[in-house]
């Protein structure tokens, strides 16, 4: 047997309401001067009050900022973390979904280590992270994950292209996932976020790196997906589905922590990166093709996920696909309209995301690739 790890390094507080303990969380990590960073849609909620009203009733001074974007720039990391130089900020809260919270990680990092520049702590960058500050991260959505991992994706713009910075010290020392924070999603975003749940959980499963411990993270998170999702997405608010599906993607994100991702997140990081699009239908959208194509090589894996589904291995990718239309997720071709690449632009711009697709029980050839697109478009 191989050696494996599993990290669990998030106290994670669940269930509803528990943003009211915002404010003792920070001041038990020692903060003194907060950078609350809040989604621009969630900033001036009741629910985004309530959090900086928490903070300030511990006698924390908070300095907020809005500076979310989507698939968060280099540029925009380091104007914030100049910005938090100037006012002395010594613990960040993170309110909103995966692009908060990695932009608080990245901020915090450079914020610990007095730097300007990020692109040191990319992988393979050469700077090994040693600190960050300390981070609270609330998630508003069900399905990054990023509440419970150590990893941070940028996008440099200089290439276009999403890069990881992954190491321990990036873990935020508490989540507090609150299922009533996604109680407003429309049914558009609601798919989106899920499908990536659905997709770091079923990577998870059949990648190289996964072990009996993420297997079952990703087992259960699966579950739940299929369970709650096409009901949320379909009928809107159900506190039982909220709730679950907060829960999922959070099992989601300890899963994939180890065992890691591949070829989902490989066409997903470079469709992100070039045309912009959502990332989960991104990580999704060839996921019916990928699972047919691992699961010689990933027997037991893909048996636990078809049972889940109610289906049989063989009928799994037709399954799936009819799973992910029910929700809503675009096919390839919706994904990335009004553009229309190659599909050999396309096998090019996937195999630039190597460190992942080598993470897969297969490889795919050119051939491979080609009928996964065709399939997908």
């Not at 994670?12 to 009211?20: E, K, Q, S, Y």
């Not at 200089?158 to 049914?187: E, N, Y």
């Not at 996921?287 to 636990?304: D, E």
Request: contains cysteine; hydrophobic residues 50%.
């Amino acid at each position: 047997m191989s050696v494996q790890s599993q990290f669990s390094a998030t106290r994670v507080i669940t269930g509803p309401g528990v943003i009211a303990s915002v404010g003792s969380e920070a001041k038990g990590l020692g903060m003194s001067v907060v950078m609350l960073l809040i989604d621009p849609f969630f900033a001036d909620t009741p629910a985004g009050n309530a959090i900086q009203a928490a903070l300030s009733a511990t006698g924390l001074t908070v300095v907020r900022s809005t500076a979310v974007e989507p698939d968060p720039s280099a540029v925009t990391i380091q104007e914030l973390a100049a910005w938090a130089a100037q006012h002395r900020i010594d613990g960040i809260v993170a309110v909103g979904g995966g692009s908060a919270i990695d932009t608080a990680k990245a901020v915090g990092l450079l914020r610990a280590h007095d730097v300007q520049h990020i692109a040191p702590f990319y992988h393979g960058g050469g700077a090994t992270p040693a600190a960050m500050l300390p981070l609270i991260a609330v998630p508003t959505t069900a399905g990054t994950g990023s509440e419970v991992t150590f990893v941070a994706i940028v996008t440099e713009p200089s290439t276009q292209r999403k890069l990881l910075i992954r190491h321990p010290v990036l873990t935020p020392a508490v989540a507090l996932v609150d299922p009533d924070l996604t109680a407003t999603m429309p049914a558009a975003l609601t798919m989106a976020t899920g499908m990536d749940a659905l997709a770091h959980s079923l990577e998870s499963l059949t990648s190289t790196m996964s072990s009996p411990m993420s297997d079952a993270l990703a087992g259960a998170a699966i579950d739940i997906i299929v369970s709650a999702l096409p009901r949320l997405v379909r009928h809107g608010h159900n506190p039982t589905d909220r709730a679950a599906m907060s829960n999922a993607a959070t099992i989601a994100g300890m899963a994939f922590l180890s065992g890691r991702l591949h070829l989902g997140h490989a066409v997903g990081h470079a469709l992100g990166g070039a045309y912009h699009v959502p990332h989960g239908p991104a990580c999704v959208v060839l996921m019916p093709q990928i699972m047919a194509l691992v699961a010689p090589a990933r027997p037991v894996a893909t048996a636990r996920i078809a049972a889940a589904f109610g289906c049989t291995v063989g009928d799994l990718p037709a399954t799936l696909q009819r799973f992910m239309l029910d929700c809503g997720a675009p096919n390839l071709r919706t994904l990335i309209a009004p553009h229309s690449p190659s599909v050999a632009e396309l096998i090019a711009l996937f195999r630039g995301e190597e460190r992942l697709i080598n993470l897969s029980p297969i490889v795919p050839t050119t051939a491979q690739w080609e009928s996964m697109i065709q399939a997908a478009w």
